[in-house]
C-alpha cells in the first residue's frame, strides 16, 4: 500500500535550480531515513543525499554544497533542493524512504520511487 511519488524533474541549462519533492502514500505510521539516489546512463545509482529522522543530513562528494535535502514530517515528504546543476547531474533521481506500514513492525521496511528524470544542459 506504500508508494512513494516524486515530482519536480525537467530539463534546466547548467547553473539552473530544481526541487524535487517525493511523497509517502498509503499506510506510513512512521517514517525513518530517507534519501535521494540517482543513476546516469550507463552508471550505477549513487546515493546524493540521505536524511534521518533526527534530520542528519549526509552528501555525495559531488553536489555538497549544492545540493540541500530536507523533509516535512507532517507532509510525509522529503525535499531535494538542487542548485548551480550541471551535466553531470543529469540522472534519474530516485527517492528512497524506511517505512513503517504496519503495526507491529519488527522494523521498518525500504521503498523506492519510480524515479524522475533531471537534466541540465550544457
Known amino acids: 500500500q506504500v508508494q512513494l511519488v516524486e515530482s519536480g524533474g525537467g530539463s534546466v541549462q547548467a547553473g539552473g535550480s530544481l526541487r524535487l519533492s517525493c511523497t509517502v502514500s498509503g499506510i506510513s505510521f512512521t517514517i525513518g531515513d530517507m534519501a535521494w539516489y540517482r543513476q546516469a546512463a550507463g552508471k550505477q545509482r549513487e546515493l546524493v543525499a540521505s536524511?534521518?529522522?533526527?534530520?542528519?543530513?549526509k552528501y555525495h562528494d559531488s553536489v555538497k554544497d549544492r545540493f540541500a535535502i530536507s523533509r516535512d514530517n507532517a507532509k510525509k515528504t522529503v525535499y531535494l533542493q538542487m542548485n548551480s546543476l550541471k551535466p553531470d547531474d543529469t540522472a534519474v533521481y530516485y527517492c528512497?524512504?524506511?517505512?513503517?506500514?504496519?503495526?507491529?513492525?519488527?522494523?521498518?521496511?525500504?521503498?523506492w520511487g519510480r524515479g524522475t528524470q533531471v537534466t541540465a544542459s550544457s
Open positions: 536524511i534521518t529522522a533526527w534530520s542528519s543530513t
Open positions: 528512497n524512504a524506511a517505512v513503517q506500514d504496519e503495526v507491529p513492525a519488527l522494523d521498518l521496511r525500504k521503498f
